[in-house]
């Protein structure tokens, strides 16, 4: 979530681009699309949650604090910019939003802080444990209502657009794929089959955060390294456990020039020497040797990580590679 980057993705790309393959461009977007933060105004009562102030006094004229400003502070409070407390903002008692419908017309009219509040909305929303989203909205003076919250868990709501429809699984989450690796040394790619399991340890509940009310841009600003670290577990994630498409084999070369194919006289062995043609036929594995048999059948040579994962009290991956050995 570098930044909470503002975003607007239709604008974001160029006018003279040229698509040439929309739908593998639309997928490779979906999946690694922008964490961003939309800041907007709600409609709020200013009597029951701090309405909006306008002003451009939220930081000192210095922007960050000194460094002796900062020696005896708490942790928590160690940000190193001089946030400031502009003053309340005031609607002029003939404002139409500060009451359309008076009622009492011989009554005096007072100036009124406006019934708006500032709200973040996430795109996409950020998945955490129930008990951090909790305190999320208890930093932000929202709390969270006990009739909003579901028995719904991490893992679920990670993949609930790919399971959608689908039973729930009874069996840990796999997934396999075909990886493709680059030797410099030798200028050649390799091919290998990789088969992923996840273990949620525990099923923790969790809940989606779409959008959180502020009073004050510190507040959010505190939260953007939580709020990043769970969108990173969840890319990690999601890019692991969701099907995409087969990639296409490269070529031998890395600059993805193909190689001229070879002529039938390029592959008849007569123009080589006894001695040429018998170092040939030693090199060549036997059609039942093991090797002979995992180049025809790359599934013989999956390679299992299996992956633990656990939410609390902060996202932890451990990965284990079964029947993996290591090869000089």
């Known amino acids: 979530m570098d930044g909470m ?29 922008i964490w961003s933060a939309i800041i907007e105004c709600e409609d709020s009562s200013a009597d029951i949650y701090q309405p909006i102030r306008v002003s451009d006094a939220w930081v000192s004229e210095t922007v960050e604090k000194p460094a002796s400003a900062e020696s005896d502070v708490l942790p928590m409070d160690s940000s190193p910019i001089d946030w400031q407390e502009p003053p309340p903002t005031f609607l002029s008692p003939e404002s ?3 009451g359309a419908m008076n009622i009492d017309s011989n009554a005096i009219s007072l100036p009124k802080q406006p019934d708006a509040r500032f709200v973040a909305k996430f795109e996409p929303a950020v998945i955490v444990p129930l008990p951090l989203a909790l305190q999320i909205h208890e930093s932000v003076g929202s709390p969270l209502l006990q009739e909003s919250l579901l ?40 091919h290998h089959k990789h088969k992923y399991t996840l273990f949620t340890q525990p099923q923790d509940f969790a809940r989606a955060i779409t959008s959180l009310p502020f009073a004050h841009p510190r507040q959010i600003i505190a939260l953007l390294p939580t709020l990043r670290q769970w969108a990173l577990t969840a890319s990690i994630l999601r890019r692991t456990f969701i099907p995409s498409p087969e990639p296409d084999i490269p070529d031998s070369k890395p600059n993805g020039q193909s190689s001229p194919p070879s002529s039938p006289k390029s592959k008849c ?58 090869t000089e």
């Open 5 to 33: 980057l503002l975003v607007d993705k239709e604008k974001e790309k160029g006018a003279d681009e040229m698509d040439l393959d929309t739908t593998r461009g639309d997928e490779e977007e979906k999946e690694t699309s």
């Open 96 to 98: 139409p939003s500060n």
């Open 269 to 326: 062995k007569s123009f080589l020497t006894i001695d040429a043609e018998l170092a040939d036929f030693m090199s060549t594995p036997l059609p039942n040797s093991p090797s002979s048999s995992s180049a025809s059948n790359p599934s013989s040579k999956i390679k299992d990580i299996q992956i633990s994962l656990t939410t609390t009290p902060v996202p932890r991956m451990v990965l284990h590679f079964p029947n993996w050995r290591r």
């Open 151 to 190: 028995p719904t868990t991490y893992e679920n709501l990670l993949f609930e657009d790919v399971d959608a429809g689908n039973p729930p699984l009874a069996t840990p989450r796999t997934l396999e794929k075909t990886v493709s690796s680059y030797d410099p040394a030798t200028d050649t790619f390799s």
